[in-house]
């Protein structure tokens, strides 16, 4: 026996094919709305948005969606969404302009991760970030190793800015390299200059089967190295 299947009916579910004009009208209004509030919110490109902000774009989203699909939500009702949303975001902005207090409890404030070749350990764990992902951003500005950077700090944006030391003042630091970091080992084998794989800091060890950090007290160690950035 065949299956019948109502075409019809899978396509446009309960509604009329001529719902498909008033749906592409309807996202049509919706996108010059969205445009507006966007336009209302700032110059400022993704990369560059607070959290705040970010929470901000998805609350227009989200009000944007509805209308777009369902007939019993009118059009008004998204207006008067889009003018309390960036009506509100005026006005946070207008308070973070006018209180250092409030624009920190908003948008949050830039934390150190890295400080002299070192990882700020405390500010690092907060922010939840993992190795690798940190890793990764720092290779994109071809570093090599810890040793290069005086300091490095995230931005309450989410980006990375990075100091570096001259070319001079580079110093023994932890390498970042995946082939070098996943040499990690307990054990030294060889005396030499190591860097803790947990915070960063660079000590000379002799052969042991057992050395602790004197900083964070790890045991986990990757051999240092002091090679300039390559620009």
């Not at 509100?88 to 006018?98: E, H």
């Not at 830039?110 to 290779?139: H, M, Q, V, W």
């Amino acid at each position: 026996m065949l299956l019948k299947i109502d075409w019809t009916k899978l396509l446009m579910g309960e509604e009329d094919w001529v719902f498909l004009v008033e749906i592409a009208a309807r996202t049509l209004a919706m996108y010059v709305i969205i445009l507006v509030g966007l336009r209302l919110l700032g110059k400022r490109g993704v990369g560059q948005l607070s959290v705040f902000e970010l929470v901000v774009i998805i609350s227009l989203g989200s009000a944007a969606g509805d209308p777009m699909f369902y007939r019993e939500v009118g059009m008004l009702i998204p207006v008067v969404i889009f003018t309390i949303i960036v009506a509100s975001y005026r006005l946070t902005t207008y308070l973070t302009a006018k209180s250092s207090d409030f624009d920190t409890l908003v948008e949050g404030k830039a934390t150190y991760l890295i400080r002299d070749g070192e990882f700020s350990i405390d500010n690092f764990s907060k922010e939840g970030l993992a190795y690798d992902e940190f890793f990764s951003e720092l290779r994109q500005y071809s570093i090599s190793h810890l040793g290069q950077v005086e300091t490095a700090i995230i931005e309450t944006s989410g980006n990375i800015s990075v100091y570096f030391y001259p070319d001079e003042k580079v110093r023994y630091g932890l390498p970042i390299l995946p082939e070098l970091f996943e040499k990690a080992v307990f054990r030294i084998s060889k005396a030499g200059i190591y860097a803790c794989s947990f915070c960063g800091n660079v000590e000379k060890h002799p052969a042991a089967d057992e050395c602790r950090c004197k900083r964070c007290n790890r045991k986990r160690w990757v051999e240092a190295i002091d090679a300039k950035r390559v620009r």
